[in-house]
C-alpha cells in the first residue's frame, strides 16, 4: 500500500532542521524562501497577522481537484507544521521511485496550503491569536484578521477536500480506557442536524482510509472527535459550504512530547489521502471503520499514585493523586516542563501512563501535598530509601 512505502521510507524525506514542535522563525522564514524558490511550487502572501506577519500560502499541483489544508491556527500546535515541512521536502525531492506519485498529484490535483496560520500565536506559543482570540471559534463572526483572511481563502479556493491540522491535549483516551488518543480524526457536521450531505461524506471516507492505515500501527489509539454540531468553528464552517472538511488532531504519544512519532504520521496520512484523492480511489472507501472510533475521552494522567502519602508526619492520610506534565513556553524559545496535581481523592475510574502503588510510601521532604501544586522535585520512600523519584520522570521528557 501507499501509505505503508511512505512509512517505510519517510526518513528519507523528514525535514531535519526542524527537530522541535516550537521551532524558530528564522528556520521557518528560511525553509518557506527555499520552498518558494522551487519551480514546482508557487507562493503568495494572503495578508498579514494582527502583528503584520505574513500570512502565506505554498502551492502544489496543476490540476483540476482542488485541496486546501492549513495548519496552527492553535499557534501552540505545530505537530502538523513539522510534517507540512516534510511533505514540501517530498514533493521537492527528484527521486524516481516517486516520480509517479508526484506527477499524478502535479496534474489531477492542486493542493493549497498555509502552514503556520497564526503566526503571532506560534511565535508566543500560545493557543490564542495575538489579539486573545480562538480562531477555532472565530468562524462565524471573523473579528480577527486571521479568520477573516482564512475564510476568503477557502471561499476562493472552492476545495473538493479541506484538511484542518491541530493538536489536541495529549492525555485523551481512546474511549474510557487507559490507551492514550495519539490520532484522532472527525469528518465535521455542516449543520445542527448533522446531515450526511455529499461533502461530509467524502471526508467522512478520507477519514476511514486513514483509520484503516493507523489501525495496523495504532490499534488501540485512534479515536474520533465528537460530531456537534459548533457553528463557530471553521471545521463546521468549512463542511457546511461543502468543502470536505477533515479534521486530523496529534493527541498524545507516551514520553515523546515533541511528537515526532506523530508528525511522521501526519506526513504519510496526509500524502497518502492527496494521492488517493488523485487517483479517486477514495471513492471506494466505506465509513464503517470511522463510524466505530471510540471518542476522545478524559481519562489518563501522566502519573497515577494510588493511595499515596498526602502529609508527612502521623497520623498519615491517603488518597489517589493524579499528577500531569506542565508545559510553561519561555521568552528563548524553550518550553520549560514541571508537575502539577491535577486532583486528588478516589481517582478509580482514570489511568496513568504510569501507575504507582503509594500504599507504603511516604513523603522525604514535603510537609504536605496540594491539589494543583506545581513540583519540580518529590520523592517518596520505602523504609527510608527512596522508592519513586519525580525527576526520574522529568529526565524522559529531556531526554
Known amino acids: 500500500m501507499m501509505f505503508n512505502s511512505l512509512f517505510e521510507q519517510y526518513e528519507s524525506f523528514q525535514e531535519k532542521r526542524?527537530?522541535?514542535?516550537?521551532?524558530?522563525?528564522?528556520?521557518?522564514?528560511?525553509?518557506?524562501?527555499?520552498?518558494?524558490?522551487?519551480?514546482?511550487?508557487?507562493?503568495?502572501?494572503?495578508?498579514?497577522?494582527?502583528?503584520?506577519?505574513?500570512?502565506?500560502?505554498?502551492?502544489?499541483?496543476?490540476?483540476?481537484?482542488?485541496?486546501?489544508?492549513?495548519?496552527?491556527?492553535?499557534?501552540?500546535?505545530?505537530?502538523?507544521?513539522?510534517?507540512?515541512?516534510?511533505?514540501?521536502?517530498?514533493?521537492?525531492?527528484?527521486?524516481?521511485?516517486?516520480?509517479?506519485?508526484k506527477a499524478e498529484l502535479h496534474q489531477k490535483v492542486s493542493i493549497f496550503f498555509i502552514p503556520r496560520l497564526n503566526a503571532d500565536g506560534?511565535?508566543?506559543?500560545?493557543?490564542?491569536?495575538?489579539?486573545?482570540?480562538?480562531?477555532?471559534?472565530?468562524?462565524?463572526?471573523?473579528n480577527s484578521p486571521e479568520a477573516k483572511i482564512l475564510a476568503r481563502w477557502l471561499d476562493e479556493i472552492k476545495p473538493i477536500f479541506s484538511f484542518n491540522l491541530h493538536d489536541q491535549n495529549r492525555l485523551y483516551s481512546a474511549g474510557k480506557t487507559p490507551h492514550q488518543t495519539h490520532i484522532a480524526l472527525l469528518a465535521t457536521a455542516g449543520d445542527e442536524h448533522g446531515t450526511w450531505t455529499a461533502s461530509r461524506l467524502r471526508a467522512a471516507k478520507i477519514a476511514n482510509r486513514m483509520a484503516r492505515h493507523l489501525q495496523a500501527y495504532l490499534p488501540n489509539n485512534i479515536a474520533k472527535w465528537s460530531d456537534e454540531y459548533e457553528a463557530r468553528a471553521?471545521?463546521?464552517?468549512?463542511?457546511?459550504?461543502?468543502?470536505?472538511?477533515?479534521?486530523?488532531?496529534?493527541?498524545?504519544?507516551?514520553?515523546?512530547?515533541?511528537?515526532?512519532?506523530?508528525?511522521?504520521?501526519n506526513a504519510c496520512l496526509l500524502l497518502d489521502a492527496f494521492y488517493s484523492i488523485a487517483t479517486e480511489s477514495w471513492r471506494k472507501e466505506e465509513t464503517h471503520l470511522y463510524q466505530g472510533l471510540p471518542t476522545n475521552e478524559r481519562q489518563i494522567f501522566d502519573i497515577l499514585i494510588k493511595k499515596a502519602p498526602l502529609n508527612q508526619h502521623e497520623p498519615i492520610?491517603?488518597?489517589?493523586?493524579?499528577?500531569?506534565?506542565?508545559?510553561?513556553?519561555k521568552e528563548d524559545g524553550s518550553i520549560e516542563y514541571a508537575w502539577i496535581i491535577e486532583d486528588v481523592g478516589d481517582l478509580s475510574p482514570w489511568y496513568g501512563l504510569t501507575e504507582i502503588d503509594g500504599e507504603a510510601l511516604h513523603l522525604q521532604t514535603e510537609k504536605m501535598l496540594k491539589k494543583e501544586g506545581v513540583y519540580h522535585h518529590l520523592v517518596l520512600t520505602k523504609n527510608?530509601?527512596?522508592?519513586?523519584?519525580?525527576?526520574?520522570?522529568?529526565q524522559k521528557i529531556q531526554s
Do not use: C
Open 18 to 101: 526542524i527537530s522541535n514542535r516550537r521551532f524558530p522563525e528564522k528556520i521557518w522564514d528560511d525553509l518557506f524562501q527555499e520552498w518558494s524558490q522551487s519551480p514546482l511550487f508557487s507562493s503568495r502572501k494572503l495578508g498579514e497577522t494582527f502583528e503584520g506577519k505574513d500570512i502565506q500560502e505554498i502551492r502544489f499541483g496543476q490540476g483540476p481537484i482542488h485541496i486546501a489544508a492549513w495548519s496552527q491556527m492553535h499557534g501552540d500546535e505545530a505537530t502538523a507544521t513539522m510534517a507540512l515541512a516534510d511533505i514540501f521536502l517530498f514533493l521537492s525531492y527528484n527521486l524516481n521511485k516517486w516520480f509517479e506519485f
Open 122 to 142: 506560534a511565535n508566543r506559543w500560545t493557543r490564542e491569536t495575538a489579539l486573545g482570540i480562538d480562531m477555532n471559534r472565530d468562524a462565524r463572526t471573523q
Open 234 to 265: 471553521f471545521g463546521d464552517f468549512a463542511q457546511g459550504k461543502g468543502y470536505g472538511l477533515v479534521l486530523l488532531e496529534s493527541g498524545g504519544a507516551g514520553w515523546d512530547l515533541e511528537k515526532q512519532s506523530l508528525r511522521k504520521y
Open 317 to 329: 492520610y491517603r488518597a489517589d493523586i493524579g499528577l500531569n506534565i506542565q508545559e510553561t513556553a
Open 384 to 394: 527510608n530509601e527512596v522508592a519513586f523519584d519525580l525527576s526520574n520522570y522529568t
